[in-house]
């Protein structure tokens, strides 16, 4: 079936460094791949999303990149501050339908 | 975010008791999901609705049951709760679906659920 695998389970880097993280999907027909953020005890929260037709996109210090070809995507933090310390999810759309799957989760800490 | 609400917030039953887990949202949006989370696995779909009156199975469905008859409303029902259903649930809307190019998805704040 459909698969999301993400990469690092945790990442700790320090105030100031660049953190990225990477997802691989196998859908080949997945057109849509959004970034969530969840704070401890919080619920998810969309930071950047991207798709099928684009192959980077930024928004301040936020960046994801797509490699359709290789079937990967990957999150680019940089100028990490204390606050970006939460878990990170990546997703994919299944096909032509309305679901996504998620990858495990990437714990970044960013050590002051 | 105060647009989709999770009630109760937290949730202690007993293995084989029939729970319900409801979720409203006021933005009228047509897409509703309901996500389990536990450690280790991420976010998994349960059941997902595309309308009123229309649902479908997500990755996990067993032992779930839901409904949609009013657009803001979905509820989520354990039939018979089990120890593995002990998770945090989140419930979540989005105005379109990825068929048709996607759109931001909202959670609610969640419901932590315990099956002793």
């Known amino acids: 079936g459909e698969n999301v695998e993400q990469h690092p389970s945790t990442l700790s880097v320090q105030e100031g460094d660049s953190a990225v993280i990477k997802c691989t999907y196998s859908?080949?027909?997945?057109?849509?791949f959004p970034w969530y953020k969840q704070e401890l005890g919080k619920r998810p929260q969309l930071i950047i999303d991207?798709?099928?037709?684009?192959g980077e996109k930024k928004d301040q210090r936020i960046a994801v990149t797509l490699n359709k070809t290789a079937k990967h995507f990957s999150l680019h933090i940089t100028e990490t501050q204390p606050e970006d310390s939460a878990v990170y999810f990546c997703?994919?759309?299944?096909?032509?339908?309305?679901?996504?799957?998620f990858g495990t989760g990437t714990l970044l800490a960013v050590q002051p | 975010d105060a647009g989709i609400t999770q009630s109760p917030r937290y949730k202690i039953t007993e293995t084989g008791r029939q729970v319900t887990l409801m979720c409203h949202q006021t933005?009228?949006?047509?897409?509703m999901f309901w996500y389990r989370q536990d450690l280790g696995h991420g976010l998994r779909l349960i059941y997902y609705?595309?309308?009123?009156?229309?649902?479908d199975k997500g990755e996990v469905p067993d032992g779930y049951v839901v409904s949609r008859s009013k657009t803001e409303n979905f509820p989520l029902t354990l039939e018979s709760a089990t120890r593995s259903q002990t998770s945090v649930y989140f419930c979540?809307?989005?105005?379109?679906?990825?068929?048709?190019?996607?759109?931001?998805?909202?959670f609610g704040p969640g419901t932590r659920l315990t099956v002793t």
């Open positions: 991207i798709r099928s037709n684009v």
């Open positions: 609705s595309a309308a009123a009156d229309i649902t």
């Open positions: 979540a809307s989005s105005e379109s679906g990825w068929a048709s190019g996607g759109s931001e998805q909202y």
């Open positions: 859908d080949s027909a997945s057109n849509y």
């Open positions: 997703a994919a759309s299944i096909r032509a339908t309305n679901k996504l799957i």
């Open positions: 933005w009228s949006h047509s897409y």
